[in-house]
Every structure is written in structure tokens, then in C-alpha cells.
């Protein structure tokens, strides 16, 4: 199977510490040597000013509040503990990330680290060291979340994109399955990341594994290429027809996911020698509109389905209600072939059912697949799930089913991209 790639890097995220607006410092006294956890008046006075500024959504002047406080001589650890909290705060807020990644891991770093602050600011460090691409320090970061029950969905996703740029795969593995199991106890979609790191970890060694966990990302991502790789990967099915071919490049078409000119090439090859003439015309047409193939290249393998297609179309009424009379249920499929390349799908819908009442057709197992695409294409999804569940036959025709109903969960949970033909 091809391998799938880390996306894009982590988007800073504002931090997880407790909001600005519901921070307090108390300016006191001078304390005593031993009284570590408090901050002095010289700090203190300073960051009631930041803090004040951080209400007002003012980050500059919180900024320049929180220095003065950064500048006074013979900080006590805590003290200088809580400056960095607030100006990790403040530079996020600026989205001066460079300097929030110092702020924050200052805080982070901090033996005087408050028990109960641990698991924000330790995630706040994660989050900035993931951003500033820096996989040690997430990584001891995610660890020591993981020492309090603290690594999320998220969180763990990130130590194991740090993990996996050190080439440990198999850390890389545990934290990205970690990062799953939290998602799903959560009642949340997996992190992109985490779905692609199985996957490129179980490639070779356990091929099932990693075809299910792209699977997930597909289904839960959407993206284009993780279905043109499932497709890619149905191909080496064995008992795979060319109706099944066919239907598993009408699953790339339908999805937007037609990436290369041998995709266009293939289909449109395939289609025509079905008979399928305005599907094959529609495939070469949308190669050439892609800039995938050139109006050349397309003109020459059309050939006879151009003419053949224009003749179709002036007859497409009459061919149409000698099907629905004829006793055949392979002359209602055929038909009903060629509707698929007209989109009109509710019309395939009618035409398989009425194959399936009256029996006889060539390739009865092709009868639900397609009845099953036709519900899906029309946004049926629940009968279009039903109907290819029952599908039985080869393993390429297995898959084939297997793959369209897995598009249709990504349509039910709204990440699939929109038909793009």
C-alpha cells in the first residue's frame, strides 16, 4: 500500500492554562525566604497591571507590564515561575510563538511548578515545543502528562508525530494508538496524525492493520488522496471484474479524487468498453478539464464513444421504456449502466430494482452493488449502507461494496469532500 504522510504541521492553539480573565496574583508583602509560593509586591504590583491589560484583550501593554515585572533583581523561583506562566499567555496572545515556546518551557522546566498547574502548563509546553519542532522536548513534555493521566486525543497525537520524526517507530506506534483509544473513550475522531502513523507503521508487517487504519482516515478526514489510495489498493484484489473496476473508479470520480491521467485514462477505457459511451465521453472530458490529460490525447482515445454517445442521447427516452417493458433484467441493467454516466441516478435506482424483480442478468452479484452506489449517489445513505451489506461474491467485489459504504459514513458524518462531477 502506498504510505500516507504527517500532515501539515500543528496549528497553535491558545493555551490551555487558565484563561487571562480568571487569573489572579495578590500583591503582598516582602515574604520570607521560606514562603516560596507567593509573589512579593515589587512582582506582584506589576502583574495586577498585566493582568488587567490581559481583560481588556490590550496583550501589548500586558506585555510590557509583565517585562518590568521580569526585570526586578532577586525573584524568588516562584515568582519567576509565574512571570513566565503570564508572559507564555501574553506572547501566544501575540502570536509571537518563538517567544511563547520560551516562556513556556521556562514554566514547564520549573522545579517550583505547582502540583495542580502541572497539567496545563505541561501541555501548554507540549503544544509550543510540537509548533517550534522541537520532538525531545514534546516528547518529554507528552511523558510527563502521561506520568498524571494528563496526554489526550490531541496531546498524544503530538508526541507521536515527535516520535515518528525521530524515526521511533515503534514509540511512534504506542502514543498514536494511545492518541486513538482517547479519542475514542472521548466520544471524538481520531487526530489525522495518529490514523496516518498506524497506518505507515503496520504497512509492511501487518498489511490488514494498516489498510483499516487508512480506512479511518478517509472516512474521518476526507481527504481525496486517502480514497484514491484505498482504490489503488482494491485493484490488487483477486476476482476483480471489470464491473467492479469500473464501479471502484465511479467511486473515485464521484469522490473528486481522481489524481492522475492513467485514473481518466483507465476509467474512460473501461466505460467504453462497456458500452457505456457518455460515461467514457464525460471521463476523458473531465481528464482534459483537470489538465490531467491533454484535449489531444482525449480526442484520440474517445474515437467511436463520442459518436456513439451523441447517438444514444437522441434515443435515451426510447431506450429507456423498452427496458422498463422488455422481460430481461439484463436489458434494465444495461440501461441503467448507461444513466449512471448522466447522473441520473434515481432513474439507475428504478431500473436495477426492476433487473432485480425480473431476474436474468448476466452478473446478478453486480445487481446490489450498483443498486447500493445509485442510494449513495443520491444521498440515501442509510438504505445505500443496507443494500451493500448485502453484497456477496469475489473478494474484488467485496471490496468494492466495502469501499463504497465506507464513503457513505464519511457523507452521513459530513467529511467526504462534495461530488466534484
Known amino acids: 500500500m502506498n504510505k500516507s504522510f504527517i500532515r501539515a ?8 492554562t487558565t484563561a487571562a480573565a480568571a487569573m489572579t496574583i495578590t500583591a503582598t508583602a516582602a ?33 510590557t507590564a509583565a ?21 507564555s499567555i501574553i506572547y501566544v496572545s501575540l502570536k509571537d510563538y518563538p517567544n511563547a515556546t ?14 495542580e498547574d502541572k497539567k496545563d502548563i505541561l501541555h501548554d509546553a507540549l503544544e509550543l515545543a510540537a509548533q517550534a519542532n522541537q520532538p525531545q522536548k514534546a516528547i518529554g513534555y507528552g511523558q510527563e502528562l502521561e506520568k498524571i493521566n494528563g496526554l489526550n486525543n490531541r496531546t498524544a497525537t503530538m508526541v507521536a508525530v515527535a516520535f515518528y520524526s525521530l524515526k521511533d517507530n515503534a514509540n511512534a506506534k504506542k502514543y498514536a494508538q494511545m492518541a486513538i483509544d482517547a479519542a475514542k473513550a472521548a466520544g471524538e475522531k481520531p487526530e489525522q496524525n495518529a490514523l496516518i502513523i498506524i497506518s505507515n507503521t503496520q504497512g509492511n508487517a501487518d498489511p490488514e492493520a494498516a489498510r483499516r487504519s487508512l480506512e479511518q482516515l478517509a ?27 469500473l464501479n471502484l473508479y465511479r467511486l473515485l470520480f464521484f469522490a473528486g479524487a481522481m489524481q492522475s491521467a492513467d485514473d481518466y485514462n483507465y476509467m474512460g477505457s473501461l466505460a467504453e468498453a462497456q458500452r ?42 426510447t431506450v429507456i421504456s423498452a427496458a422498463q417493458k422488455s422481460k430481461r433484467g439484463e436489458d434494465a ?31 446478478p452479484g453486480e445487481i446490489n452493488v450498483l443498486l447500493g ?5 443520491q444521498g440515501k445513505y442509510d438504505a445505500g449502507l443496507a443494500t451493500l451489506g448485502q453484497v456477496s461474491g469475489s473478494p474484488g467485489r467485496m471490496r468494492t461494496a466495502r469501499l463504497w459504504s465506507l464513503y457513505a459514513q464519511s457523507k452521513q458524518q459530513g467529511t467526504a469532500a462534495p461530488a466534484a462531477h
Not at 504541521?9 to 490551555?16: C, H, K, N, R, V
Request: cysteine-free.
Open 219 to 245: 472516512v474521518n478526514g476526507g481527504d481525496p488522496g486517502d480514497w484514491n489510495r484505498l482504490v489503488n489498493d482494491a485493484f490488487s484484489q483477486k476476482g476483480l471484474a471489470d464491473a467492479d473496476a
Open 102 to 115: 520560551i516562556a513556556a518551557e521556562a514554566a514547564a522546566d520549573s522545579p517550583v511548578m505547582p502540583e
Open 333 to 363: 441493467m444495461q440501461v441503467a449502466q448507461d444513466l449512471w454516466g448522466y447522473g441520473r441516478y434515481a432513474d439507475v435506482e428504478s431500473l436495477v430494482r426492476d433487473a432485480q424483480t425480473k431476474g436474468g442478468a448476466k452478473d
Open 276 to 317: 457505456d459511451s457518455t460515461e467514457a465521453v464525460k471521463v476523458f472530458h473531465a481528464g482534459v478539464s483537470d489538465g490531467k490529460i491533454s484535449s489531444a490525447d482525449a480526442n484520440a482515445k474517445m474515437g467511436k464513444a463520442r459518436s456513439e454517445a451523441a447517438a444514444d442521447e437522441g434515443i435515451l427516452s
Open 67 to 87: 517585562q518590568q515585572a521580569q526585570a526586578v533583581p532577586n525573584q524568588t523561583p516562584y515568582e519567576t515561575y509565574v512571570i513566565n506562566k503570564f508572559l
Open 9 to 16: 504541521a500543528f496549528a497553535a492553539a491558545l493555551l490551555s
Open 373 to 377: 452506489m445509485a442510494q449513495v449517489a
Open 31 to 63: 515574604v520570607a525566604a521560606d514562603n516560596t509560593n507567593k509573589v512579593g509586591k515589587a512582582v506582584g504590583t506589576p502583574l495586577e497591571a498585566a493582568q488587567k491589560a490581559m481583560q481588556a484583550n490590550d496583550f501589548q501593554t500586558a506585555l
